[in-house]
């Protein structure tokens, strides 16, 4: 399958700080990338979706001022958590959209970025 | 978005099959049914999806009632390192000729499954 890799896998940070995350598509093209957050025994949450080329599309609720998205490339997307506090920490999960067959997709999800913020 | 329904957890001996289930009563003709895993701190993986008809891959058997309000995923032996939540969910397949433009996936709380040796 398609491999999505993310950088840095961990990161520690002090309040206040910004923080970028790499998502990389080392196979393929992605036009269509998403990040996600996931809190400890909780589910994925989908933060944003992100189009090469153009402005990520937020999900409700999600400050797009302080989740900055930015899909350059074809290959990689980077959120960007600024001026961070301690309730940002969390798992970031990125995930790129490959077409499988002629009309139909898959989600193929990067390793995780774990964030916390001190 | 159409809703599943898992278990919470489910429990499974080494080598033995395993049939997990999921209800999604409310899907519409559109709806792709997909499953992926997570395994502790890291990220979901791909299992397997399907919109009618049973499928089958290397990793597993999606078994499609005929009404289409339920699912199962069959791995036919699990490992250990099979122990991982599982998570169904429905995909509307509407924007795919589209482009994908209204591609999403909504995870739910999904099934966490373990594995006695």
């Known amino acids: ?118 | 978005d159409a809703k599943t329904t898992q278990p919470n957890s489910m429990e499974s001996n080494e080598e033995e099959p395993v049939h997990l289930p999921c209800n999604h009563s409310t899907i519409s003709g559109t709806d792709y049914i997909h499953w992926y895993r997570q395994l502790p701190s890291q990220g979901p993986e791909y299992v397997i999806h399907g919109l009618t008809s049973n499928v089958n891959n290397r990793m597993a058997s999606l078994a499609i009632a005929e009404d289409r309000k339920s699912s199962t995923l069959i791995l036919h032996r699990a490992t250990l390192r099979d122990a991982a939540v599982y998570y169904c969910i429905l995909r509307d397949g509407r924007g795919d000729l589209a482009g994908g433009s209204n591609y999403k996936l909504t995870f739910g709380k999904g099934t966490l499954l373990t594995v006695n040796p």
């Open chain 1, 1 to 118: 399958g398609a491999v999505v890799s993310q950088h840095p896998s961990w990161v520690i940070c002090k309040s206040g700080t910004s923080v970028k995350i790499e998502c990389r598509s080392l196979d393929f093209q992605a036009t269509t990338m998403f990040w996600y957050r996931q809190f400890p025994k909780q589910s994925l949450m989908l933060m944003a979706t992100s189009n090469e080329g153009s402005k990520a599309t937020y999900e409700q609720g999600v400050e797009k001022d302080k989740f900055l998205i930015n899909h350059a490339s074809l290959t990689l997307s980077t959120l960007t958590v600024t001026s961070a506090h301690p309730e940002d920490s969390s798992f970031y999960i990125c995930s790129a959209r490959v077409l499988s067959g002629r009309t139909s997709y898959e989600q193929y999800f990067g390793p995780g970025t774990r964030l916390t913020v001190t």
